[in-house]
Each structure stands twice: as C-alpha cells, then as structure tokens.
C-alpha cells in the first residue's frame, strides 16, 4: 500500500511570491489534513479536507488556503509569502477524520527569502 | 485551553531503560489522544493511541498511561533501544481539532 506523497519535497520562494504544495493520501483515505511545523512553534494545525470540503481549520491566517479532489488529492496554497513561512509543511490523511489513525508524508520544506 | 504541554523537552535514558514521556491537556473536549514519533527528516509516524474510556493501553514496549481526572498522559517506553532515539510528540483531538505537544527529543545511549 503505498503511503502518503507530498510534492515537491524542497521548495525555495521569495516574500510576496504565492506557493501551491500537494498532497495525495493513501488510497480509500477520504480525510486529508495539513499542518505547519517550526522548532519554535512545533507542529500545528492548518485545516482538514474531507470529500472535497474543508471540515475543520486550525488559527492560521487567510492566506493559507486549501482545497480537496474527488479523488482525495489535496493542494495547499499560501499566498504573498512571509519570511515567517518558512516551514515543513505536512500533510496526514485517514480514513475518516483527524480523530483517528492519521498518516502523514514525508512533508514539503518550503524556505522563503 | 487549547494547549497541551509536554514534557521534559529533551530526555537521554541507558538502553535498556525506561523512558517516560508527560503530557497534560485543558480541554475535557479532547477524546483522541495519540503519540508519533518523528525521525529527522521524515513525517511523523503514530506509534500509539488511547481514548479516555480506559486508564492504559500498551502495544510491545511502548505503554500509555492516561488519567482523565487529572487531564494528563504519558508514554513510557520500556527497554529503550538506541533505534527508539527521535523526537516524540504527543497530541489531543477533539475531532475537530488536533492539538501538539511540543516535543521530547529522546536520546539513547548504546
């Protein structure tokens, strides 16, 4: 069974720039959830998508975005880029929701100057 | 409310000993609670979970011990290996939401 591939693994952006990382979750998995990990802040909470509609969202401000496929294949944005954006960004997918066994990629290192 | 906070931030245990992990949360709403373990450059990975219906949960050396009076959980990894070596992250879900600890990064020594 093939595990979680997020694309690309590096990415490299400038202030002001916008960023679109993907995510495709293991097959039959519906819920899809994105998460921002930093050495200051840890590990935290974006949004969840479950069958193409965004189901839960963490305190992150409106230019993160995100959005669901019918095929459960998730794209998340973040535009006009801040140094502050600088992170691993993550994504898990489970069968059903964040409240149950999640997997998670391998993440997308995004570096932004 | 929302935080979860973990501890020690760092722990360094002999092989062959037990490591042990806290946790406390705030909010009752929380009714997942799992613990991942992260390898430098890879995604987490879900080592075990427990929801608060019952007190322990163990799975081979790794043992979760949960007291919902006092809103705190903790990790304990028994007979610790030099491969046990990664940061770990506890975490409360309410469904809704997931919230992180910050993280222990365990080291092992051979």
């Known amino acids: 069974k093939a595990g979680v591939t997020q694309t690309p693994r590096y990415l490299i952006k400038t202030r002001g720039q916008q960023v679109t990382l993907s995510c495709s979750p293991i097959s039959g998995h519906r819920s899809v959830s994105w998460y921002q990990q930093t050495p200051g802040q840890g590990l935290q909470f974006l949004f969840e998508?479950?069958?193409?509609?965004?189901?839960n969202k963490g305190n992150f401000p409106g230019r993160f975005s995100g959005r669901q496929f019918s095929n459960s294949r998730s794209e998340m944005n973040v535009s006009t880029l801040e140094l502050g954006d600088s992170a691993l960004y993550l994504c898990?997918?489970?069968?059903?929701?964040?409240?149950?066994?999640?997997?998670f990629g391998q993440g997308t290192r995004l570096t932004v100057v | 409310q929302q935080q979860v906070k973990q501890s020690p931030q760092s722990l360094i245990v002999q092989k062959g000993g037990i490591s042990i992990i806290n946790c406390a949360y705030e909010?009752?709403?929380?009714?997942?609670f799992p613990w991942y373990q992260q390898f430098p450059g890879k995604g987490p990975a879900l080592l075990i979970a427990i929801r608060p219906d019952v007190s322990e949960k163990k799975e081979g050396r790794f043992t979760i011990s949960f007291n919902k009076s006092a809103k705190q959980f903790s990790l304990h990894i028994m007979d610790s290996q030099p491969g046990d070596s990664a940061t770990y992250f506890c975490?409360?879900?309410?469904?809704?939401?997931?919230?992180f600890g910050k993280g222990t990064r365990l080291h092992i020594l051979p």
């Open positions: 898990a997918s489970s069968f059903y929701s964040v409240n149950t066994e999640a997997f």
């Open positions: 998508y479950f069958s193409e509609t965004q189901r």
């Open positions: 975490a409360a879900s309410s469904g809704d939401k997931i919230i």
């Open positions: 909010n009752t709403a929380f009714d997942y």
